[in-house]
């Protein structure tokens, strides 16, 4: 997969969570992704299709970063991942995926995007609908892990 399609997505996160939470994200080396479970307790999962390209997004949150997020972004601090903390990573996954949408349209890649599913609990799945590589990239933060995943079509 090339960086072209990779990049506007870690630039958007860092973006939505710096400009919504005043969070700093620190990025980690990408690699492939093997298997389907997520990398967090709560995930974001959206998919995208256009006439050059299909593919999908998620981003999961270790429990501790998606309270922090929520009680940055809203002002609660919820106790567990409840209705509002996965509504608010449905959000973010929508921002975050159109911020990336936006980057690609002045590179000329047109997509539409599907509803934003979330899904949360320990060792759930993420299932990508398309067939290319799926990249993992995790991000650091003093109050945990945040991981995107972004599979494109071949």
Known sequence: ???KF???????LLN??????QLELK???????KDEVA??????VIGMIGP??????SISFDKSLALEVMHRMLG????????????MIGEITNMVTGGAKRILADQGYEFNMATPIVVSGPSHTIQHKTDG?????????????ATIEICFAK
């Open 1 to 3: 997969m090339e960086a």
């Open 6 to 12: 990779v990049n506007p997505f870690l630039s958007s």
């Open 16 to 21: 939505v969570l710096s400009t919504m939470a």
């Open 27 to 33: 990025p980690q080396a990408p690699r492939l992704k």
């Open 39 to 44: 990398r967090g307790d709560v995930s974001g």
């Open 52 to 57: 050059m390209t299909k593919g999908s997004f």
């Open 76 to 87: 609660e601090r919820p106790k567990d991942i409840n209705d509002d903390v996965t509504d």
């Open 133 to 145: 590589a799926k990249i993992l990239m995790p991000f650091t933060s003093e109050y945990g892990i």
